[in-house]
């Protein structure tokens, strides 16, 4: 589910920005017929240490940077209309596809948001760390038993420590767009189902599972 949404995101993404890129297509075509002059006042002289061969790399550097930000000033200018509504619209997008994937990860059983998840996040701080940690461990094998034959070279502890990351970067960011769409006022536009208390319990459920490992780990050394 999580890499049909990624694709779906990405060709929307692909088709937004064929507008954007319309502003910059005239550029490489006008610095080609410069370059094309170039060429042939170089062959008119005959010889690679002609006047303009001479000059070309300490003038046409300078000249270039000037050339360059006229053309795109001009495009922006021109296209300034596609751009905008271009880039709201590749916004809007991917705030919903962060919401979208911060939904199916609150739905996958098998994340780490989710261990234990009948037992309150209080009540597991306060149970015994050594059999916390032996449920965790059973737990970390059984999901990556399948994933670690496809990742030789990685072992259990590393694949573990990547979701546990992974899922707190999701849930940040999307606390992140929900404080930023309340504070512009655009919430009407937008649907975030899961409340900054859901979010935030979640991150802390993470934070602990992964200091009940590292602690784990360290006792070991």
């Known amino acids: 589910m999580q890499s049909l949404s ?12 064929k507008h954007c890129t319309t502003a910059f297509i005239e550029i490489p075509e006008k610095f080609d017929t410069l370059n094309t002059c170039i060429a042939q006042t170089n ?3 005959g010889d690679v240490h002609s006047p ?15 050339f360059n930000r006229s053309i ?16 709201f619209f590749a916004s809007y997008i991917w705030i919903l596809y962060q919401i979208r994937f911060t939904c199916l990860l609150m739905k996958q ?4 948001c989710n261990w234990k998840n009948v ?10 760390h050594q ?11 059984k999901k990556y038993s399948q994933k670690n034959i496809h990742h030789a070279r990685c072992d259990l502890s590393t694949l573990f420590i990547h979701d546990i990351h ?14 930023t769409i309340q504070s512009l006022y655009c919430s009407r536009f937008f649907h975030f189902p899961f409340n900054p208390t859901i979010i935030e319990e979640k991150i802390t459920r993470l934070h602990f599972i992964l200091d009940l490992f590292v602690t784990s780990q360290a006792e070991k050394m």
């Open 43 to 45: 062959s008119s002289w």
């Open 131 to 141: 059999d916390l940690m032996t449920q965790l461990k059973f737990d970390i094998g």
């Open 119 to 128: 037992v309150p996040l209080h009540h597991l701080q306060l149970s015994a």
């Open 72 to 87: 795109i000033l001009e495009s922006l200018k021109s296209h300034w209309g596609k751009i905008c509504i271009s880039t």
């Open 109 to 112: 059983h098998n994340a780490w």
């Open 52 to 66: 303009i061969t001479i000059i070309q790399h300490s003038v046409i550097t300078d000249f270039s940077k000037g």
């Open 166 to 179: 992974e899922e707190l970067a999701t849930f940040q960011t999307y606390l992140k767009w929900q404080e």
């Open 6 to 17: 990624k694709k779906f995101f990405l060709i929307t993404m692909l088709i937004i920005s």
